[in-house]
């Protein structure tokens, strides 16, 4: 519990962050939707930092109580709230990308690369590098393999 957080870490976090969000930004400006590369690295940045400065917060308490043994305070570390309100502020962002026009909804999918974004970004300021490089490469091949398979089903049901 508390990983140190220095330079490295931070430079590692935001910079694949930036790569595997970018991506997916990327894709959903090539498809010229509402919320695009910038946006998307925006989110996904503001989510990434908040969770490095989280972990610099929880490695600074970890580190006070190893040095200060007599200390007879509390000190109580949680690791989730800063998460919490990321998750729950994107998801108000999101809902924002989301139309309803003559009864046609259009922005899900955008609202949705813009939460997993954010999460995207959470994961790798926690520094769980594989987990995001994994997700993030599913998630390209939801929004261009298995969306593109899935569009041509219901166009063409017999192929």
Request: hydrophobic share 50%; aromatic share 10%.
């Amino acid at each position: 519990m508390g990983q140190e957080v220095d330079l490295i870490y931070i430079l590692q976090s935001l910079g694949l962050t930036v790569l595997f969000v970018g991506l997916i930004g990327f894709e959903r400006q090539r498809r010229n939707k509402i919320a695009g590369l910038t946006t998307h690295l925006l989110v996904a940045l503001g989510a990434a930092g908040l969770t490095i400065a989280q972990e610099y917060m929880v490695y600074d308490a970890v580190m006070f109580i190893r040095e200060n043994p007599d200390f007879s305070g509390v000190v109580t570390i949680e690791r989730q709230r800063i998460v919490a309100q990321i998750v729950s502020g994107i998801g108000f962002l999101g809902t924002g990308a989301i139309i309803k026009t003559n009864g046609y909804i259009s922005g899900l999918t955008t609202a949705s690369t813009l939460w997993i974004g954010a999460i995207i970004g959470i994961i790798f300021g926690y520094g769980f590098y594989w987990l995001g490089i994994t997700l993030s490469l599913l998630t390209l091949f939801v929004l261009t393999i298995i969306k593109n398979v899935f569009r041509h089903m219901v166009e063409d049901p017999t192929h």
